[in-house]
């Protein structure tokens, strides 16, 4: 997905640290978090072992830039799913919903949570990484800005369907929470065995239909 890096001597100045985040999220993929070394990406991207620190204090800054890059491939995913639901069922964006037939509708919400456990199984090392610095205790600051933006966009698409009238009436950031406990919980089963792999797209579908009738109203 990234490109690899020229060698010593290639980068501008402010091109490094781009270039050196690319080199740990390939790392990430590779072999996860807790071998992505600041020793280890400088020698990737053909660089002196001190050249990161000139950029990112620790590995903790390094790695949550990375956590950063990897919100950024999600949203992408995300956006992906829903084009793809969306041209399949003729379902509106969010903001438009009252013209749309109540199953298009509910294929966004469908698309979204599908798409969350989809990207975590096929990327379990981005998952665990972003687990990490996003369902921890204290989320990384640095990653707010990230984060508010996709759970704008998650909560845009649950107002409008109970605007029109294809959700129940309720909080939509509760809604919200709950969707992303579901998705999240069915992804770390998955990842933990405890669902068999070679079916776990189709659990995951099932049971997201599942939640969507319970909170969707009759029509």
């Given amino acids: ?42 020698r990737r991207a053909g660089v002196s072992a001190g050249a990161p620190f000139r950029h990112f204090a620790d590995r903790r800054a390094l790695l949550t830039a ?3 890059r990897v919100l950024a491939d999600f949203e992408a995913w995300q956006r992906a799913e829903v084009a793809t639901a969306t041209e399949a069922t003729g379902a ?10 109540a199953g298009d509708r509910r294929a966004v919400l469908r698309a979204l949570g599908l ?16 687990r990490s610095r996003v369902f921890a205790p204290a989320p990384q600051p640095e990653l707010r800005e990230r984060l508010s933006g996709i759970d704008r966009a998650y909560t845009e698409v649950i107002v409008a369907d109970q605007a029109a009238g294809l959700l129940r009436p309720g909080d939509p950031e509760l809604v919200g929470f709950a969707g992303q406990a579901l ?23 099932q049971v997201l239909d599942t939640f969507g009738r319970g909170i969707a109203n009759p029509r």
């Fill in 1 to 42: 997905m990234t490109e690899r890096p020229a060698g010593r001597g290639s980068y501008h100045h402010g091109a490094l640290p781009e270039a050196l985040v690319g080199v740990a999220f390939e790392l990430l993929d590779e072999v996860g978090q807790e071998q992505v070394t600041m020793r280890e990406v400088a």
């Fill in 66 to 68: 990375v956590a950063d």
């Fill in 92 to 101: 509106t964006g969010a903001g438009e919903a009252a013209g749309a037939g």
């Fill in 115 to 130: 798409g969350f456990v989809r990207y975590a199984v096929r990327h379990p090392h981005r998952f665990a990484l972003v």
């Fill in 183 to 205: 998705v999240y919980g069915l992804a770390q089963m998955i990842l933990d065995g405890y669902l068999p792999a070679e079916k776990a797209e189709e659990v995951a579908a």
